[in-house]
C-alpha cells in the first residue's frame, strides 16, 4: 500500500485503528503486529481517571450495536508516564494519535498541553460529545 500524507504528517499506509478500538495497543499487542499500521487512534484520555460506566456497556440490536462506555480511562498522567512510552516504544513507523476527551473546553487544553511535549505523537483527535458542548456553549453546523 502507498504512503498517504495528511495534515502535514505521513502516514506508512491508510489503515489506522479508530479511536478506542485497540485501547492504547496493549490489547492487540500479540495479536497482530502494531507497527504494519498506519496509525492507531488510542481510546479517549481526559484530565482525570475516569471508570467510565456500570455493565451493560453494549447493546446489540438488527441494524448492528449502541454502546455507552463512559470514556473509561487511566487519565493523562497515567497515559503520559505509562501508556504513550509503552506503545512508542513498539512502534518504529506507525504514527500515534491521541483521543482527547473531557467536559470543559479547559479540560480538552489540559490533555493536550501535557501531552505535547511527547515526540512520538502525531496528532490529536478531540471526542466532542453533545453534553460537552451543551456545557461549553459551543454550537456545531
Known amino acids: 500500500m502507498s504512503a498517504v500524507r495528511l495534515f502535514g504528517t505521513t502516514f506508512q499506509n491508510p489503515i489506522l485503528l479508530a479511536a478506542g478500538t485497540a485501547g492504547f495497543g496493549r490489547e492487540l499487542d500479540h495479536v497482530i503486529d502494531l507497527d504494519l499500521l498506519g496509525g492507531i ?3 479517549a484520555v481526559t484530565p482525570e ?6 455493565p451493560l456497556r453494549v447493546a446489540e440490536f438488527r441494524g448492528g450495536m449502541l454502546n455507552a462506555v463512559g470514556l473509561a480511562n487511566p487519565g493523562v498522567a497515567r497515559v503520559a508516564e505509562h501508556e504513550l512510552p509503552w506503545l512508542a516504544q513498539r512502534l518504529q513507523r506507525a504514527r500515534i494519535l491521541v ?7 479547559t479540560d480538552y487544553v489540559r490533555v493536550i498541553e501535557r501531552l505535547t511535549p511527547l515526540e512520538a505523537i502525531a496528532a490529536f483527535e478531540t471526542a466532542w460529545k453533545n453534553r460537552t458542548m451543551a456545557v ?3 454550537q456545531v453546523r
Open 41 to 43: 487512534v488510542t481510546k
Open 49 to 54: 481517571p475516569r471508570q467510565g460506566h456500570a
Open 136 to 138: 461549553t456553549g459551543i
Open 99 to 105: 483521543n482527547v476527551a473531557g467536559a470543559t473546553v
